[in-house]
């Protein structure tokens, strides 16, 4: 979507009253074969094209298919849109489409007294009912008293719309979730164009199916263009004064970070090779990685995670971009292979898509918690710059920043994401391709030093005065060979070296090469100059945060928050930003692992407030725990 006017809101179709918002909160809950996933992502895109502000909470279980209409097979899908500008998927639904007793039962109690639930009734059987411990339906027993209910009986209403169609009833139920898209679609007058175009792409190669799901979908909007039922539909204008002009898409984390980094191999002039074991949540970046041959980009999944990082590590030697995807079991297993990174000084970008553990934990969740992992889970010495994007746009950003340093400096970088940035989206300005930054990195051409003799040759570990990198030289360049391996090097000849002095020393450059790395001083966001305390985040927590910090300043209270980006090194001016203020809250997804290393660094005596729940903090309740902390 282009930005850059102020557009008509549309009219309001069908017969009732429109009602003017400013801002909705959405969930789609059902389960896991009910297509939740897919309702919200084709909600989602509309919105977005319609210009709406933008944010998103997918929720789904871990189980590839947990037991038909039971609590742990509940998946949702959960959008907040504004005519505003928008930082979180909302603290709680202000509509609730629960496709079944379980969604109802698991969702009930996050939706607020007043707010709607659109509840399909084909599905409050008795032993339905009784998979999730209800002997009396909550339709009837005054369980949803306060709420404002619209009981609608989905499948039946669907199965009669696809009656001509010919299909099996069971084809046909399919098809409910498309039904209720298009009745929200019709409550919130969203575009249908471009989700009728979509779903005849999807099922091309089946065209009654394609059919069916369109007649579905027209069907939900026009029963609630003619119900009684649904006698007020709501309009909220495109968000337009919370965008700079530009061309707009929606995005989730995981595809801004994968078009992040083919952009950076477009920048560098190099091969982007990506060497890969799935594992949820960084999978979606093998998937979309493997789509651009066409930009010189090579996706290897591995057997295993070792596998995947050796490929990537020996792609790193011959000259390409290498990046290796993972989440934090992933990790575990990589962490040799990255020690053997920093010692051979080669770039590669290891994306960390972090979730709950330890071992395999909540492989669905979201979590903080792989902090000092990335910081010091490796034997030895071995120092790896970290870095973290605060939003899902933002990781196209944090993808080429990744880049840039381990390619100057010639190093693995940690990128660490998260659950819910990586599969929440966003509406994205796409860059200008002048807006990006030139990361060519030149490759060793032939000799770099002299002997004493006056001949000359080539030192592998001759380093860069201002960076302390090492020349990158690829195999095959004729003079330039030498050896390399996990053993030590001699300084400069790269020979092995058993010497205790050259081993310090060697130990010694390393950690003063990423002590040197440059990075953008913190920023500081304190408009009136005069608070004393200082919310601190880095990640994913950014979007709560700042919104939490706005309630309380639309409260009268002064406060100051920063975030952090780089986690290693720390911005330079961070000691003195944080003595600055005479209270600093950390809050974060672990249990303080932020905390701990300032604490360590800076002797600041900060204080954590954590989470690991497996969901983002709300920014009601955040905000109520900086009250607390700041009145302490």
Not at 3 to 19: F, L
Not at 460 to 477: C, H, I, M, S
């Amino acid at each position: 979507m282009d930005i850059d006017v102020a557009e008509p809101v549309p009219a309001g179709t069908g017969v009732g009253e429109v009602r003017r918002l400013d801002r909705v909160v959405i969930r789609f809950a059902g389960d896991s074969g009910d297509g939740m996933q897919l309702t919200g992502d084709r909600f989602t895109s509309e919105t977005a094209s319609f210009g709406n502000d933008l944010s998103t909470l997918p929720n789904f279980p871990a189980e590839i298919r947990a037991p038909a209409g039971t609590l742990p097979g509940v998946s949702s899908f959960q959008l907040h849109f504004a005519d505003h500008d928008i930082l979180t998927p909302g603290d709680a639904p202000d509509v609730l489409v629960a496709m079944n007793p379980a969604a109802l039962r698991a969702n009930l109690a996050d939706v607020p007294r007043g707010g709607e639930i659109i509840v399909n009734t084909d599905e409050f059987a008795k032993r339905a009912m009784a998979k999730v411990g209800w002997d009396v339906s909550p339709l009837e027993d005054g369980t949803l008293e306060g709420y404002r209910v619209h009981p609608v009986p989905l499948t039946t209403l669907t199965l009669e719309a696809l009656k001509e169609f010919g299909l099996t009833r069971k084809e046909a139920e399919r098809s409910k979730n498309m039904f209720a898209l298009g009745l929200l679609s019709w409550m919130y007058h969203r575009p249908t164009e471009g989700t009728e175009s979509f779903l005849r792409r999807k099922f091309a190669k089946r065209p009654v199916i394609a059919e069916a799901n369109v007649a579905a979908f027209r069907a939900g909007w026009n029963f609630g263009e003619t119900t009684e039922d649904f006698a007020v539909s709501y309009e909220v204008a495109p968000a337009v004064s919370a965008f700079p002009a530009g061309t707009y898409r929606n995005i989730s984390g995981n595809l801004a970070l994968s078009l992040g980094l083919v952009a950076a191999g477009e920048r560098a002039g190099l091969p982007l090779y990506l060497g890969s074991y799935p594992i949820t949540p960084a999978s979606d970046i093998l998937h979309e990685l493997s789509k651009h041959k066409n930009f010189g980009v090579r996706t290897f999944q591995a057997e295993d995670e070792i596998a995947g990082i050796g490929a990537a590590l020996g792609a790193a030697f011959g000259g390409s971009l290498a990046v290796t995807t993972t989440s934090g079991p992933g990790v575990a297993l990589k962490s040799e292979t990255i020690g053997l990174a920093v010692s051979l000084e080669l770039p590669l970008v290891v994306v960390d898509i972090q979730r709950g553990g330890p071992s395999t934990g909540l492989p669905t969740k979201t979590e903080q918690a792989d902090l000092l992992q990335a910081m010091f889970g490796r034997n030895g010495e071995a120092p790896v710059p970290v870095i973290a994007p605060r939003t899902p746009g933002d990781c196209f950003d944090a993808a080429l920043e990744a880049a840039r340093i381990a390619l100057t400096y010639r190093t693995p970088v940690f990128l660490l994401s998260d659950g819910y940035l990586a599969n929440g989206s966003e509406p994205w300005r796409v860059p200008e391709t002048g807006e990006l930054p030139d990361l060519r990195t030149p490759f060793a051409t032939g000799p770099n030093h002299t002997l004493a003799d006056g001949s000359e040759v080539f030192w592998p570990y001759k380093r860069d005065p201002e960076t302390l990198a090492r020349p990158w030289a690829v195999p095959g360049t004729p003079g330039l060979e030498h050896r390399i391996g996990g053993i030590e090097k001699q300084d400069g000849t790269g020979n092995i070296s058993y010497d205790p002095a050259n081993h310090e020393h060697m130990v010694r450059t390393r950690q003063a090469k990423t002590d040197s790395i440059t990075v953008p001083d913190l920023t500081v966001d304190d408009p009136g100059g005069t608070a004393r305390v200082l919310v601190l985040g880095w990640g994913s927590t950014y979007g709560p945060i700042t919104a939490a910090v706005r309630r309380l300043r639309k409260d009268g209270r002064a406060i100051a928050q920063a975030h952090l980006r780089h986690l290693n090194p720390f911005p330079a001016n961070l000691g003195t930003v944080l003595a600055s203020y005479d209270k600093v809250i950390v809050p974060e997804m672990n249990l303080g692992q932020l905390s701990l290393l300032l604490r360590a660094r800076y002797l600041t005596p900060v204080h954590a407030h954590t989470q690991i729940n497996g969901m983002p903090f709300k920014a009601a309740q955040l905000a109520d725990a900086l009250k607390e902390a700041t009145d302490a």
